[in-house]
């Protein structure tokens, strides 16, 4: 019988194998089984799916994902969690065979042994827009998915221009996703209970925007943009452009006086594309 994970199971294989969650490594673990079950839903994962989780844990969620997809490649970089992972996976009435443990930094991620379809994870809130954006850029056959993330992010990542929230992480994942908030998981399902907030965000894969040489030039505005994100573009912009950076702005047919925060990626594009003439 396939069953998951509660919560004094979780603290009693976290003081087995004496793991005491650190805020360092963003973690909290999810205690809570319908959470698990409900993150997947969301997440639409389907049997032929192969689901990349990031930072497993305990294996709350990999469980969760485990009774619908046919494989879960797991990356979790603390090596006493990662060894553990596949006996909670046996214990519990999964097969083994069907998980894939990859003891490493998510952050430097280069490769997988299969190609993932679906993303779901409970990610740690330190690092959580850096290791989104890699995934999207490193794995593109990751069509679909859903991340917890701290609310605040999960703000920034669905905001849109001219909104208190909207900053680089909103114009950056827009270049591969299209994402929404899908809502909020309370506090009380977590160990140990963090003192922020959390929230889901799901997105939905399109077509790379552009070129990987454009990504990177377009990226290079945007941190300009927002890194002074209370100047015009023309003052937040002057050190990319040198002197001409009112000139450049104009070329692309924006106004030099606007703020970075009321541009939509195409806009970034476009100041990107004269950049580089």
Known sequence: MRTLLGAAEIREIAARIGVNPTKKLGQNFVVDANTCRRIVKLADVQSSDVAVEIGPGLGSLTLALMEIASTVVAIEIDSRLAEELPHTVLAHGFDTANLIVQTEDALTTQTLPVAPTVLVANLPYNISVPVLLHFL?????????VVMVQSEVADRLVAVPGSKSYGSPSVKATWWADLSGAGTVSRQVFWPIPNVDSSLVRFTRHSAAGSEKERQVTFQVIDAAFAQRRKMLRSALSQLFGG???????????????RGETL??????AIANTLEQ
């Open 137 to 145: 850029a490193k794995f593109p056959t990751i069509r679909s998915g």
């Open 244 to 258: 001409g950076a009112e000139q450049a702005i104009l070329k692309a047919g924006i106004a030099p006086t606007v």
């Open 264 to 269: 939509l990626l195409r806009d970034f594009m």
